[in-house]
């Protein structure tokens, strides 16, 4: 018993080690393109970008917002986000959906109670119907 207790510990004590060593490395993305007069547009996230590449913000090269990989193709506060999907930033920049609201293509919109967005982006509920706690027609 006092061996599996030993083992146990070691396998845990293994376990958490490892998980802090997988969050505390930062993620690195890179992506690059070429802008319309042909010079190369590289970005970098992360410490380990190296001499290579240089880290650059949407602010001052905004196309960066618009490279495969990018969290979103609009510049908001020196980063890039969907205005059609952020809740931060729902159809411009610095608009915030209340708490109980999701952001729908530019609009916030409360899908407990939203016909028009029953339980989730545009999902209607049938004409005469209501929408209640995300469903059409709870009760």
């Known amino acids: 018993m006092k ?3 030993i083992s146990y510990f070691v396998v845990v004590l293994i376990s958490v080690l490892a998980i802090a060593i997988t969050l505390s490395e930062p993620l690195r993305v890179e992506a690059s393109h070429r802008d319309r007069y042909g010079l ?3 970005a970098t ?3 380990k ?3 290579r590449t240089s880290a650059m913000t949407c602010d001052k090269t905004p ?3 618009r490279l495969k990989g990018s969290s979103g193709r609009d510049c908001c506060r020196k980063r890039c986000v969907d205005l059609r999907t952020n809740k931060l930033n729902c159809g411009r920049c610095g608009k915030s959906c209340q708490y109980s609201e999701i952001c729908c293509k ?3 919109v409360n899908p407990m109670f939203d016909k028009r967005h029953c339980g989730g982006c545009f999902k209607k509920c049938n004409k005469g119907r209501s929408c209640a706690y995300g469903m059409c ?3």
């Open 3 to 5: 061996t599996f207790k």
């Open 40 to 42: 190369a547009i590289t």
């Open 45 to 47: 996230q992360g410490k």
């Open 49 to 51: 970008g190296g001499n």
């Open 63 to 65: 196309k960066v917002c």
């Open 106 to 108: 530019g609009y916030c």
């Open 137 to 139: 027609s709870y009760a």
